[in-house]
């Protein structure tokens, strides 16, 4: 499927020979004042006649701060089609060091479902996720357990593995890693490959481009804002690469204050929304 702290969601004050996603003040990505309101790829807009929140769309407390709701998608093999089927409107809330991603529409019998157990560790950063896979997180139903767990790894305040816990005994657990170039830019992880153009530095950046496969729990941690390192990368993005194939990433404008808030990704036209 398409498209994946303490500091604050692409905010990343970037340098040209930047190896590290910089040192911001220690905000939750979930009230940050840095926060992306709205990402919007227009690939499926032609196929439904309301407005999609594709790849994800946020909601806020009464305070307009902090982060109730997350509308998206996944993207699994760019079939609008099945686009329905992985569509979600989830509620969002904390308590502590836990965070509660639960379906928006109760089942009949009232009992909330929840989509994802996000544990985060003493830095505010996610140190696993529980997703319920009965909730259509996996379309393609590559886990057969009613859960399963990602565990997160970090080396210089980045993500550098993901590793994969199942309840099935007849699974073996396995692990990604996140490999990233010499100016902190992230270039690969699970069949994916990032492309980027070194002549070209950006303040604010938010990608986040690449076969999901079964990724979704990582991926709604990217559209939560947990994984700047990734989304928002020193250098512009040129392509991007899965088994699918390569898409070229164009047409790249910025606002006044060196924020990306718009680029063709391929499929279609990206707008990112800032708080």
Known sequence: ???????????????????????????????????????????????????????????????????????????????????????????????????????????????PDTAAWITLDALGRPK???ADSNLSLDLNNYWPEPTFTQNYSYRDNKIVAVRYVFNNPHRADFTDSVKYDQYGNAVSFNQIVWHYDYSRTAKQQFYYEGLTGADEPFYLLLYLGYFPEISSP?????????????????????????????????????TVNWK
């Open 234 to 270: 020193a250098n512009v993005m040129t392509a991007w690469t899965d088994n699918t194939g390569t898409f070229n990433v164009t047409n790249h404008t910025f606002d006044s204050r060196g924020r990306l808030i718009s680029y063709d990704d391929g499929l279609g036209h990206v």
């Open 1 to 111: 499927m398409k498209r994946i702290l303490y500091a604050a969601v692409g905010i990343l004050l970037l340098a040209s020979c930047r190896k590290d996603p910089g040192h911001l003040p220690p905000q939750n990505p979930l009230s940050s004042e840095f926060q992306i309101v709205e990402c919007h790829n227009d690939y499926y807009d032609s196929y439904y006649d309301a407005h999609i929140a594709f790849p994800f769309l946020k909601k806020y407390d009464p305070s307009g701060r902090t982060v109730t709701e997350l509308d998206c998608a996944f993207d699994d093999d760019k079939s609008p089609s099945h686009f329905s089927q992985i569509y979600h409107e989830f509620k969002v809330s904390q308590k502590g060091h836990m965070v509660y991603v639960v379906n928006k529409a109760l089942p009949a019998s009232g009992i």
């Open 128 to 130: 696993s996720v529980t």
